[in-house]
């Protein structure tokens, strides 16, 4: 089987612990994508995790094939400069406010080391403030108190971190700006950067009051250090100006990855002019990779934004969240469960808890066995929500009324099944 040759090679048996599926016997097989949907080893399922987030236009979406076979003809990696590189770029300058600059790596996880170290090199100062439950992507810097599947797994700081490493990295409880302030005063002088999640994905979603980005704002710049919008999951998410456009909270460094690259390895990281000039070879903060703007994530990211800009797949994303919040709202009322959902433009998650989910303390103390149990049923019925209770869920375009209808009814029945457990 399959599986248990994953096993024997792949550590948990698998490339990223997202993917195992602590709840269930063993991980889903993919064959392939369409639209709404997933064709698994469990069958044809409405997929609501959506590669965790690249995938706006669904899977297979018709632009980005063309646009990927298309370039494929001419080869696919030259090390040089290539027209979609900077297509990509302009038209990301042109809609995320903080974005003068850009520069193309391969991963977030790329993106927002790059970013840290470039504020430490325009700062000249070492220590960054990062918030509990927001996943930054795998590297040193940020592996402390993370969210995503080191929550999920129970391993939220990494094994591995040098503790003069890690000492550099303060963490704050998220949307709270009392402890921020706190913090602030405690590492004064010394901080390089505040790096933040400005609507929090990776610890199911939690969105943030309006006052909290703007504390950030304002006091970093009072101290002279730089605020880091690691807008990997929200860029192009929540609008084409992302969440600094929404809230009207405008970071110094934004970074990007996920829909940027239409469903291939991306991550960006661009700001200010000036403090875009440090990163070499115009400066002094060091940042190379052989993938860097890969063409073909560039044209898929690129046929991605140009769909996006039409307006359309905002529309159907956005409205199928909102159906798919309310009929988990009124299901879990209908069959006697407190639940609190949340939701954001195409994102949403489910919590079984009474009251709201404003802190990473709330999403604890939501019964998250109920959730995974939940999940396991849903995908009996031929729905694929969110692997954990600690990722968020996410629509595309392809999640039509109809998609949406069919995912409710199978919710419905999975509902009744979580009664009788
Ligand atoms: N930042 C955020 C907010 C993320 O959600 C993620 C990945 N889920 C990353 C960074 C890391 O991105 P990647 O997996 O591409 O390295």
Redesign the pocket.
């Known amino acids: 089987m399959l599986w248990d040759r994953a096993r024997a090679i792949f550590p948990g048996g698998v490339n990223?612990p997202a993917r195992a599926l602590r709840h269930l016997q063993s991980p889903l097989i993919a064959e392939r994508g369409e639209g709404a949907y997933l064709y698994t080893d469990r069958g044809k399922l409405v997929d609501f995790c959506m590669g965790?987030?690249p995938l706006i236009l669904g899977h297979r979406p018709k632009p980005v094939l063309d646009a990927v076979k298309a370039w494929l003809e001419r080869g696919w990696l030259y090390a040089m400069l290539t027209e979609p590189e900077v297509e990509l770029g302009e038209t990301i300058i042109r809609h995320v406010p903080s974005v003068k600059k850009i520069r193309f790596v391969s991963?977030?996880?790329?993106?927002?080391m790059n970013a840290v170290r470039l504020a430490r090199g325009y700062t000249k100062r070492d220590v960054i403030i990062k918030f509990e439950g927001?996943?930054?992507?795998?590297h040193d810097y940020v592996l402390v108190k993370a969210g995503?599947g080191a929550a999920t797994w129970g391993i939220p700081t990494s094994a591995g971190i040098p503790a003069d490493v890690a000492k550099l990295t303060v963490v704050v409880p998220y949307n709270d700006v009392e402890a921020f302030r706190k913090a602030i005063r405690e590492v004064g002088d010394r901080l390089a950067a505040v790096i933040v999640?400005p609507v929090a994905?990776?610890y199911g979603l939690i969105i943030p009051d309006i006052d909290f980005l703007k504390t950030l704002r304002e006091e970093t710049e009072r101290v002279g250090a730089l605020l880091i919008f690691?807008?990997?999951?929200?860029g192009f998410r929540l609008g084409l100006s992302g969440a600094q456009g929404r809230f009207g909270v405008i970071p110094d460094i934004t970074?990007l990855?996920?829909i940027i690259g239409g469903g291939f390895?991306?991550?960006a990281f661009g700001g200010r002019q000036e403090v875009m000039d440090l990163v070499a070879p115009s400066g002094p903060v060091y940042n190379a990779g052989t993938f860097n703007a890969h063409p073909v994530s560039m044209v898929a990211g690129l046929a991605t934004l140009r769909e996006l800009e039409r307006g359309y797949p905002y529309e159907v994303a956005d409205r199928a969240a909102e159906k798919m919040a309310r009929g988990l709202e009124d299901l879990a009322g209908r069959y006697g469960f407190d639940v609190v959902v949340k939701r954001i433009s195409s994102m949403f998650q489910l919590y079984f808890k009474r009251g709201d989910v404003k802190t990473p303390q709330d999403v604890r103390e939501s019964n998250e066995k109920l959730y995974l149990k939940l999940h396991e049923i849903a995908l009996s019925h031929g729905v694929y929500l969110t692997p954990s209770q600690y990722e968020v869920n996410f629509t595309s375009s392809m999640h039509t009324d109809e998609v949406v209808n069919e995912a409710l009814q199978a919710l419905e029945l999975a509902f009744r099944k979580l009664k009788l457990v």
Request: charged residues 15%; hydrophobic residues 20%.
């Open positions: 990223s965790f987030g991963t977030g996880t790329e993106a927002t927001n996943f930054h992507g795998s995503s999640e994905g990776n690691d807008e990997v999951i929200t970074t990855g996920k390895p991306i991550g």
